[in-house]
């Protein structure tokens, strides 16, 4: 089994920044890729950032220039940092993997999802 486990979400002014962290532990061969997804209220969820097993990035064209997603490899864990955060920023943050299991089986998973709220 796999899990994603998310942190570091919370209310912050505009203008201020956020780090959220995903960790993924279980049975774990290789994480081929880690994403960002949000979801504002009333709206559909959308990729804000990804990396690849290579460090390839790739965000949202929202997002760029103030977002960075990275990753520790020995950790099994990816980062989003966030900064110069606007209101319409606000949404709950999902961490998203594409994961190959000691089996050999390539799964999909979801993290449980962390609210960034961003307000004076």
């Known amino acids: 089994q796999v899990q994603l486990v998310e942190s570091g979400g919370g209310l912050v002014q505009p203008g201020g920044s956020l780090r959220l962290s995903c960790a993924a532990s279980?049975?774990?061969?290789?994480?081929?890729?880690f994403d960002w997804y949000r979801q504002a209220p009333g709206k559909q969820r959308e990729l804000v950032a990804a990396?690849?097993?290579?460090?390839?990035?790739n965000y949202a064209d929202s997002v760029k220039g103030r977002f960075t997603i990275s990753k520790d490899n020995a950790k099994n864990t990816v980062y989003l940092e966030m900064n110069s955060l606007k209101p319409e920023d606000t949404a709950v943050y999902y961490c998203?993997?594409?994961?190959?299991?000691?089996?050999?089986?390539?799964?999909?998973?979801w993290g449980q999802g962390t609210q960034v709220t961003v307000s004076s």
């Open positions: 998203h993997a594409e994961i190959t299991r000691w089996d050999g089986a390539s799964y999909r998973y």
């Open positions: 279980g049975s774990i061969f290789r994480v081929n890729a």
């Open positions: 990396i690849t097993s290579g460090s390839s990035t």
